[in-house]
């Protein structure tokens, strides 16, 4: 457990050098499913990172974990971003539904929990369900979700996942 977590947590310091903000984003994801790095990606301000179960690949996966930090994304609100993100799902998943979590202030920096339920896509009719927590640093925006091929999230699932985020910290280097 410990390792995942020190991995983990080398993932989200490289992701802040990236960004070269002098703030850190850390998630302790969940060690029940023995997170692996399955894509590390960058493209020109932005860096994604996804995480799967140990046990299962990128193509064939039950839960992705995905963090994504775009630097010098500093204006506007995490409310837009939320929006943003539903509108671009809408694009492939014309059913999908948006539901707003929770919203608030961290210490500073402002976020938001939610939610975007699809049952199908234009081009599969497998469902996807994502739980959104986008945070707004000072140098960059941090958009992270966690994300099952279900049409929709169970209320457990739900209360697990608002709790993984709500425990991350966005703290000075």
């Excluded at 995480?51 to 204006?75: C, D, K, Q, R, Y």
């Excluded at 202030?105 to 939610?115: D, E, H, N, T, V």
Aim: with cysteine; aromatic share 10%; net charge positive.
């Amino acid at each position: 457990m410990n390792k995942q977590f020190i991995v983990i947590c080398l993932v989200l310091t490289g992701i802040a050098n990236f960004t070269k903000a002098q703030e850190n984003l850390k998630i302790a994801w969940p060690a029940e499913f023995k997170w692996k790095i399955a894509s590390d990606q960058k493209s020109g301000n932005t860096r994604m990172v996804e995480l799967i179960p140990g046990n299962e690949n990128i193509t064939n996966w039950t839960i992705i974990g995905t963090m994504v930090s775009t630097i010098g994304a500093t204006s506007g609100s995490v409310e837009q971003a939320m929006n943003m993100t539903y509108n671009q799902t809408l694009k492939s998943a014309p059913l999908a539904k948006l539901k707003m979590i929770e919203k608030g202030i961290k210490s500073g920096p402002a976020w938001i929990l939610f939610r975007i339920e699809s049952p199908k896509f234009n081009n599969s009719p497998t469902p996807e369900s994502q739980l959104y927590y986008i945070i707004q640093g000072k140098k960059a925006r941090y958009s992270n979700f966690v994300a099952v091929k279900q049409p929709s999230l169970g209320v457990l699932f739900v209360e697990k996942w608002v709790r993984v985020f709500k425990n991350s910290i966005l703290a000075d280097r």
